[in-house]
DNA sequence: GTGAAAGCGCTAACAG
DNA sequence: CTGTTAGCGCTTTCAC
């Protein structure tokens, strides 16, 4: 008999039971009588098969008579028995079936950055294929962060993928290590031994600074991400500029001046946002000796600066080029396009999804490099004379 | 002796043990010899004392000598043991420690709405504290989207918070009812009988059009969010202006109403994206008889009425007004403040935390409506003449 | 094709 | 304060 919804507990939270009353487990027949949800067990008795045979009718792995799969399925209808307690499944199997994905900074500055967003949609959709599930796992990249997270000292997960590492990496994968929690690193430092995916930031930004020398700028001036966990806001000295906390900042610098450009000045932000950008562009521009060109790391710090340039009275490109990098659709800056670095966001994500299957097939994974592509857009053009 | 880490496997992902030699676990004394990973067992045997005891050490959850913790602290560490598995805690315990959050659209697009994003970090701010996990739970809203996401099915979740919804509540809810899982609804019907944490957009949508009306305008277009899963693009015939699908998008337009404004047109858009504002403002502004004010429910779509305002040479708000709902930053409109109803959105993540913490607490937590506040920016003015 | 048995790793009574 | 005991709910050999 069914029980009627409303006379059960309304939401009846899965908790330990009560010891049972006598040893055995309470008398075969009889729906659930307590406000238990009832287990696999209870299906098999009204069944009337072994625990084993009602197993297999949910997992299908294995051979079973179809009329029996259909005898434990009825029963589960007739019980509300609602699938295998995934808690029981898990640690049987050994597996929880959840990969944790550590993003590099307060999801509100995080995701506030399409790039992040994306690389995280094209991973959720893999892992999804995989029937895997994202456990988001917040890691502060502040100065004075609370050391690492809880979630990642004692969540459960298979493997984690640790988005824009690069300055807290050692504690993070420390402690993901001791746990012999299998990761894959997404845009971090390539000499952890950890499978690492991550695009040609290097040569992409010497593409885009040729591309400018090119039109004849000699006055470049460039607009990083963060170089550490303590995000100043301003000019970086000269002696300062070598060797960036964050990976990124550092390979995206080292690229320009592969390119032969000795930047007219180094401008590092706190975080890749439009306002920042626009801090940047007001600062530099109407500095004494403005840059005929700014370079930026990012296309949201990029955008940015074309603000504060409109701002001031600048036509971009007659009267300075600016250039991004990442390849986002900046609606708000229509119809101008950013000239830009396009990488392929969803294409990382979905790399590193195809990196935690490897590990989880128990190979290594290599690392993998994706290409980019320089977009020519409608905010660079010759330098002025 | 401790085992160098270059001789163990690189990844000992957590597999079920074959079955052990002969019924007894492995003799006592001496590491792990395997590439398997110890076990509280082990390290209860290495320490000398009882599993329990070891399980103490750790929980801090009942008395236990500080000279025993330690040894079994010290024999842990020795083992390499990096504290219990969550999988046998998790099972043991009945809970799993994650919190499903069922985001209400295509990852894409729910994140680049900075209004998630806002709410998903209170709330994750929230559920840190409480040491609970998110798992990310992809629920497409799109029409023909492929059922329910397995994970709704199968995965481990204490409690589930429903972000947006609003059309597909009665699949996911009725998923998550028969799992016997409890579930908080954000900005969803209220009808439902689950707690709801929601904000009164109805009366600050009122309020913001009697602003308009008090300035003197009588033509006030409308641009909405979706009404259904078709997600259409262009105008709304006045027969079918009554109930979308969606609740937010009803609500806001019954607060226009309720100010006893009629809209001089109703424009859908297929999600709250600038660019779909910029199409809606290009369409209505080049109609044969404009309005003299556009009201937007979100802000994200009223800058793109403004950007397209702009594009067309009209100025805001000497020409046309325009105002939003959410309360963003919105750095690319500066130096322009755009009029707009601002709802707490950090504060309805964390509300909606409280109610999953209530929750698991065995409480029925009671609905929330949480205030928002009109914000009178530079994009509204008097009616042009 | 089906059933019996053996745990996965842990915690929480309860007894000493 | 510590040890004993009894499972949480499930999957997976292995016999039959």
Known sequence: MRIPTILRVRWPLRQPRPPRPAGRRRPTGGGPLSSQRPT???????????????????????????????????????????????????????????????????????????????????????????????????????????????LLESAAMDVAVLLWGGTTDAEVLGALRRRGVPTVLVEGSRTADVPVVGIDDRGGMARLARHLTDLGHRRISVVTLPFSRERHEGLVDEADRHEPAWVITGRRLAGVLDAGVVPHSVWETPASLVEHGAVAGRALLTAPEPPTAILCQSDLLASGVVLAARELGLRVPQDVSVAGFDGLDLPWLAPDVLTSVVQPLAEKGAAAGHAVEALLAGEQPANVELPVTLRIGTTTGPAPA
Request: neutral net charge.
């Open 40 to 150: 696999l067990a209870d299906v098999a008795a009204a069944a009337g098969v072994s625990v084993s045979t009602a197993s297999l009718a949910f997992s299908g792995a294995g051979p079973i008579a179809a009329a029996t799969r259909q005898r434990v399925l009825d029963a589960a209808t007739a019980l509300d028995y609602a699938g295998p307690n995934p808690l029981g499944r898990q640690l049987r199997r050994g597996r929880s079936g959840i990969v944790g994905v550590v993003v590099g900074d307060a999801l509100r500055r995080s995701f506030r950055d399409p790039v992040s967003v994306q690389v995280l949609d094209g991973l959720v959709g893999t892992l999804g294929a995989l029937d895997l599930g994202v456990l988001l796992i917040p890691n502060s990249c502040d100065a004075g962060a609370p050391a690492v997270d809880p």
